[in-house]
């Protein structure tokens, strides 16, 4: 069985920092591309950051510089280091593991933490 947990959301004023991790199981952790996606109210999911297995990294454009992805495949948990919080990066935070196939993908997907920053 498959589990993507979050944790490390809550409540920030503006400026200030979150760490996010995620803990996976039940899948080969090293191998997959591992993301976050937020999901504000109303408004579609988005990217947030990925990582690959080679540990590449790509950054929406609203967050590059702010933000760091980051994976310690020892522990089967990747991270999302978030500075200089904008009351704009309010939302609910999604952990995502994404393996592409010759013939399709696999994604799964944890439950989400949320994230408030107030102004």
């Known amino acids: 069985q498959v589990q993507l947990v979050e944790s490390g959301g809550g409540l920030v004023q503006a400026g200030e920092s979150l760490r996010l991790s995620c803990a996976a199981s039940g899948i080969m952790f090293s191998i997959y591309t591992m993301g976050w996606y937020r999901q504000a109210p109303g408004k579609q999911r988005d990217l947030v950051a990925t990582i690959t297995s080679a540990g590449s990294t790509n950054y929406a454009d609203s967050v590059k510089g702010r933000f760091t992805i980051s994976r310690d495949n020892a522990k089967n948990t990747v991270y999302l280091q978030m500075d200089r919080l904008k009351p704009e990066d309010t939302a609910v935070y999604f952990c995502?593991?994404?393996?592409?196939?010759?013939?399709?993908?696999?994604?799964?997907w944890g439950q989400g933490t949320q994230v408030i920053v107030s102004s």
């Open positions: 995502n593991a994404h393996r592409s196939f010759a013939l399709g993908h696999r994604d799964y």
